[in-house]
């Protein structure tokens, strides 16, 4: 395994939040059962998602928490030569409840409507723990990956800041940010997710992942890219190996 296809796969991961959930299917044994779910990935890097108790596959996974997530890039022209990743994991729900207070509040700022259905009906958190990964960067491109999660070293207080400043005060860098990448242009941008690669907008119902030119270890650091980007004229080519 490369440290390209390892960087290339966890880019995947975190940039795509939707994918398919796939099962060992309790009433039909022997066959998988595949889902549409949407994620965001917690603390560790691992995948969250939010799930009705009275649904299939939750059913599927309180019989056996062995299955996998298959994310592809969106919007493929080409869905053979696109890249794609299989997370094979093991599910576990979240009953602890700091552990479902830390999932809740990152959840719901990517997906904000899943606060209503959360509280409403009978749905859970889960988090999808990767024992391997598959990834094909296209044709000839395959690679087993055994580590595709990094850990979020802002995840929590410092984080929650970061977004906070950002969407208060920076409102004009967010819209130049959304124009620069070349997404969707809405009023309504605004900032998610902060991570030591990148950075997530959420534009309407959509949530986009803009990588940094440089690792950032630090909010200096983190600073220092986003008042960068901030002032650039094009989105600066990606330095990092």
């Known amino acids: 395994m490369s440290v390209s296809a390892a960087k290339h796969a966890r880019e995947l991961l975190l940039k795509e939040y939707r994918a398919v959930l796939s099962t060992h299917s309790k009433s039909m044994p022997g066959f998988p059962f595949g889902s549409v779910v949407p994620y965001c990935l917690d603390a560790q890097g691992y995948p969250i998602i939010l799930i009705s108790r009275i649904a299939q596959h939750t059913h599927n996974l309180q019989r056996d928490p062995k299955c996998s997530i298959l994310v592809g890039e969106r919007a493929a022209d080409d869905i053979q030569a696109a890249g794609r990743l299989t997370v094979l994991a093991e599910a576990r729900q979240l009953e602890d409840p700091q552990e479902i207070e830390a999932a809740a509040a990152r959840y719901y700022r990517y997906f904000p409507e899943s606060a209503d259905y959360h509280r409403a009906h009978d749905f859970d958190f889960w988090r999808l723990e990767p024992v391997r990964s598959r990834y094909i960067g296209g044709f000839g491109a395959i690679h087993w990956v055994d580590q595709v999660t990094l850990s979020n070293v802002f995840a929590g207080d410092s984080e929650e800041s970061m977004i906070e400043h950002m969407n208060a005060d920076h409102a004009k860098a967010i819209a130049h940010y959304v124009t620069l990448a070349d ?54 080519v990606n330095e990092r190996a």
């Open 183 to 236: 997404l969707p242009a809405q009023p309504s941008a605004e900032m998610v997710g902060i991570d030591s690669e990148g950075f997530h907008l959420r534009i309407a119902k959509s949530v986009y992942w803009l990588a940094f030119p440089t690792i950032c270890n630090t909010p200096g650091a983190v600073r220092q890219a986003l008042v960068a980007l901030a002032h650039a004229d094009v989105w600066p």
